[in-house]
């Protein structure tokens, strides 16, 4: 079963609009860490923010939030007052204790003027 | 800027050959991580060494191997590389090993080493 899953390979929209990038994770682990990252097409890794399972507020870094449900298994990141420069793959990842990154498969991200 | 770096940027080399990638982490980390990214299997967790020593590994093909020096760089060496070894290979720092109470450590990726083999 796929730990993560992020089910909108593209998604597009305007320049200053808001655009919620979805991601449900699989875990038994009641310790685990989720992240997100930006790979624009020059192909480095940009970590961008990070949840940990036991915060009980929504992680926010600048005009990046994550929308974390806990019950429902989702970390959904929200980019309000998109940019040109938001033009980008968003990958959501999970470790949990002892493990590596697990990496979803990623949703492409196009900012239009 | 992540504080990770990584040598070198490209490299192209033909079936067969050997290459080794460089990485250096983040001043203070210990952990350092190495994932291929390629098309078809996405980005995939290859190894870890944590102040020397092989932490975890994951999928990394036996003619891959890794180490990490004492000044906490760390080498990646593929060898008899196939067309299928082409791909962007990133190195990561963190600062804790992964284990309980570390699992969370924001990992770092450097710019990649982007291998194409011919």
């Known amino acids: 079963a796929q730990k993560i899953t992020q089910t909108q390979p593209g998604m597009f929209v305007q320049?200053?609009?808001?655009?919620?990038?979805?991601?449900?994770?699989?875990?038994?682990?009641?310790?685990?860490g989720l992240f997100w990252y930006k790979q624009p097409s020059s192909g480095e890794m940009i970590?961008?923010?990070?949840?940990?399972?036991?915060?009980?507020?929504?992680?926010?870094?600048?005009?990046?939030?994550?929308?974390?449900?806990?019950?429902?298994?989702?970390a959904n990141l929200v980019i309000s007052a998109s940019q040109l420069g938001d033009s980008a793959m968003y990958f959501c990842a999970m470790r949990e204790t002892g493990t590596a990154l697990i990496f979803g498969k990623g949703t492409t991200l196009s900012v239009s003027s | 800027d992540s504080g990770v770096t990584q040598t070198p940027k490209h490299l192209i080399?033909?079936?067969g050959q050997r290459v080794t990638l460089r990485c250096s982490p983040r001043s203070g980390d210990?952990?350092?991580y190495w994932y291929q990214q390629s098309l078809?299997?996405?980005?995939?967790?290859?190894?870890?060494?944590?102040?020397?020593?092989?932490?975890?590994?994951?999928?990394?093909?036996?003619?891959?191997?890794?180490?990490?020096?004492?000044?906490?760089?760390?080498?990646?060496?593929?060898?008899?590389l196939e067309l299928g070894d082409s791909a962007l290979y990133f190195?990561?720092?963190?600062?804790?090993?992964g284990l309980a109470g570390t699992s969370t450590d924001t990992q770092y990726f450097g710019p990649g080493t982007r291998l194409t083999v011919l």
């Open chain 2, 13 to 15: 080399t033909a079936t």
């Open chain 2, 30 to 32: 210990l952990s350092v």
């Open chain 1, 47 to 74: 970590f961008l923010i990070y949840q940990g399972s036991y915060d009980q507020q929504n992680a926010t870094e600048g005009r990046y939030s994550l929308n974390f449900q806990k019950a429902r298994k989702s």
């Open chain 1, 15 to 32: 320049e200053k609009e808001a655009v919620t990038l979805d991601c449900t994770y699989d875990t038994s682990d009641p310790s685990y």
């Open chain 2, 91 to 97: 190195c990561a720092s963190s600062v804790g090993s």
């Open chain 2, 40 to 80: 078809d299997q996405g980005l995939q967790f290859l190894i870890q060494y944590y102040n020397g020593e092989e932490r975890a590994k994951g999928n990394i093909l036996e003619r891959f191997s890794a180490q990490q020096f004492p000044d906490l760089h760390s080498e990646l060496n593929l060898s008899s």
